[in-house]
């Protein structure tokens, strides 16, 4: 007796733990089921040498197969005959109809929960050679529109995001926002990537590269966001499951105070992009040189041209000097080393040593070849480099945000001595924010007053028209987007009236949160636009696909390395005459310099009339007004 109860507890146990293993083990214990239901009739049957009414008495074999087709349809038992025969084969049939319709509530209960499982986005990616995006956050659009633009080569690319927000709802603002993927598919996952088993959902063993976006803060009001990517960075580095190749990170850090930690978790693996810090610089440069935020723009992007870092082994044992003449179609702009450190614009008689890579820009590194024809240089036409001294400058910051900071800190290492720095806002916190200011020189000195900068009279009582270059900042600290953005094209439309009515024009450098609001704000015409997330977007896409690139735009915006400069064309070669690149090229050589580009403002120009790594053999005539775009270190 106890032996049964025992064998009635084990029965019962494995059954339980059948149920809760899932549909697949239950389907396991209905096919048993069945089976015991099938082979018991047939051997009752066989046994008694029970026959239908008029028949003979069936076979255990055949006797089975009679049972199975009335347990699977229990239509078949109308035309039993016989009780006995009857009686069997109803309490088979009865049998039969518990069986299946379970069976049927099993697998609809299955099905519906697996479509469940899918519609959360809760099952494993299998895919290879993909995109991860972790986090959500505005700039997410623009990063899947240039990795879109960057696939379009690529056969079958993929790209999988995984953040905590509901996957139908990614999935839909993703189709309405990004309505053109091309062959690109887009995997939405539901999850938390700081988590290491979700992490696994999106296959990060087999991806080729990994973009760890800074998330919108009301994802966690009660984790600062930095330290959710730095968590995010720590999980796919030391996940014991991890491949032993190494991932190639790009990851968004706000926080300039934050890096160090982001570096110590993701070592030689991550790169960073410091989102302020990368905003701040550009627009620090832009505003000292008109048109310049086109120049990173174009650099940046994939649909044009871009920066890759390339084996180039013809020009090992050649100086960097001559190597600049080597490309037609494409721009040399610097070194890599094997250790993977980076200098743009070296001394030109550095010698590429076997091992170095060169940092080049070209529309596609397939289009990377050394040039065959014959370099022409028309040595008259180039002109001896004119000494032009540093002047005071009075530049006016309108709004404040947490970058103001750092715009403050990069002008006063670039202005000249007796520089001013001129700031309205009306933050509460204004007086604090100012005396915290960390400035690097005595060049610059600092004035505030606490203003309605979207108020045309107190605009008109700054004096705006005597400052050389005028910023305007979003209140991105205090609001969202959209009224930031409000606020900024208020600001411009009163600036524009005050220039028409001084009849001057005035160097205004403005940032937009949301790129779509660009639009609206060139009718202000103000000379730049740095669109903040839009420069985010960016960097990380580019960074996810070029190890180097944060490397490279750390040294492109430090004032101790080389930096972008946008110079007359007269100050390099004869105006009125036809001359080709490869002349420029030399002359911006003569001086240390590497030619990029130029800038020939024209009606209905595109991009401004920007063109950066034009074809080195084409002719070209230059009129006064037009600039050279060159790398140089001062």
């Not at 916190?429 to 005396?435: F, H, K, P, S, Y």
């Not at 524009?496 to 609206?520: F, P, Q, T, W, Y």
């Not at 390099?572 to 990029?596: C, H, K, S, W």
Request: aromatic fraction near 4%.
């Amino acid at each position: 007796m106890a032996k049964r109860n025992s064998l009635g507890a084990r029965l019962r146990y494995e059954f339980d733990k059948s149920m809760s293993a899932g549909p697949v083990a239950l389907i396991g214990w209905l096919a048993i089921l069945s089976l015991l239901v099938i082979l018991v009739a047939g051997a009752i049957i066989t046994l008694l040498r029970i026959a239908p009414e008029g028949g003979e008495v069936p076979g255990f074999i055949e006797a089975s197969w009679e049972a199975l087709m009335r347990t699977l349809d229990s239509g078949t038992m109308g035309g039993d005959a016989g009780w006995g025969f009857r009686i069997v084969m109803l309490a088979v049939t009865i049998g039969g109809i518990f069986i299946v319709s379970t069976l049927i509530g099993v697998l609809s209960t299955g099905i519906e929960s697996k479509l469940d499982e899918l519609r959360k986005g809760r099952s494993q990616v299998l895919e290879n050679d993909h995109t991860i995006i972790l986090n959500w956050s505005p700039s997410i659009f623009d990063i899947i529109g240039e990795l879109v633009v960057a696939n379009k080569s690529r056969k079958k690319p993929r790209i999988v995001i995984m953040s905590t927000r509901d996957k139908v709802e990614m999935e839909d603002e993703i189709a309405a926002k990004v309505p053109n993927l091309g062959n690109t598919r887009i995997i939405c996952r539901h999850g938390d990537p700081t988590d290491l088993y979700d992490l696994t959902l999106t296959s990060p063993q087999t991806a080729r590269s990994i973009i760890v976006l800074s998330p919108e803060q009301g994802e966690d009001e009660t984790d600062d966001v930095d330290s959710r990517v730095i968590k995010t960075i720590l999980a796919l580095v030391n996940d014991p499951r991890r491949r032993a190749a190494p991932y190639r990170i790009a990851a968004e850090i706000r926080h300039a105070a934050n890096a160090d930690v982001a570096r110590v978790v993701g070592g030689k693996e991550v790169q960073l992009v410091l989102a302020d810090d990368l905003i701040a610089r550009i627009v620090v440069h832009s505003s000292r040189q008109s048109g310049l935020s086109a120049v990173y723009s174009e650099l940046l992007d994939f649909d044009g041209c871009e920066i890759y870092t390339l084996e180039q082994p013809d020009l090992a044992g050649n100086v960097f000097g001559d190597s600049l003449m080597a490309y037609e179609s494409s721009t040399l702009i610097g070194l890599c080393a094997p250790d993977g450190s980076v200098t743009l614009n070296p001394p030109m008689d550095t010698v590429i040593l076997p091992g170095t890579k060169a940092i080049i820009i070209a529309e596609d590194d397939a289009a990377v070849r050394i040039a065959t024809n014959n370099i022409s240089v028309d040595i008259a036409a180039i002109r001896a480099a004119e000494h032009r001294p540093a002047l005071p400058e009075r530049t006016l910051i309108l709004g404040w945000n947490r970058r103001a900071k750092i715009i403050a800190y990069e002008l006063s290492r670039y202005v000249a001595p007796g520089s001013v720095l001129a700031i309205a806002a009306d933050t509460p916190d204004l007086d604090a924010e100012v005396a915290a200011l960390s400035i690097a020189s005595d060049n610059l000195s600092v004035a505030y007053g606490k203003v309605d900068t979207t108020s045309r009279t107190a605009l008109e009582g700054l004096d705006i028209p005597s400052y050389d270059h005028v910023l305007v900042l979003g209140y991105s600290d205090h609001m969202a987007a959209q009224p930031t953005d409000t606020r900024t094209l208020v600001t411009l439309l009163h600036l524009r009236k005050i220039a028409d009515a001084a009849g001057i024009h005035i160097n205004v450098v403005s940032e937009m949160i949301d790129v779509r609001n660009r639009e609206l704000a060139e009718v202000t015409r103000a000379d730049d636009f740095v669109v903040s997330n839009k420069l985010v977007s960016l960097m990380l896409a580019q960074a996810s696909e070029n190890d180097s690139l944060a490397a490279i735009f750390d040294d492109l915006l430090d004032e101790e390395g080389s930096e972008i400069y946008m110079r007359p064309a007269e100050d390099y070669v004869a105006l009125g005459a036809p001359v080709n690149f490869y002349t420029i090229t030399q002359a911006a050589r003569d001086r240390g310099e590497v030619a990029m580009g130029y800038h020939r403002p024209r009606p209905g120009a595109v991009a401004g009339g920007i063109v950066v790594n034009p074809i080195k053999s084409k002719a070209m005539d230059y009129v006064a007004g037009d600039r050279l775009i060159v790398l140089a270190r001062d």
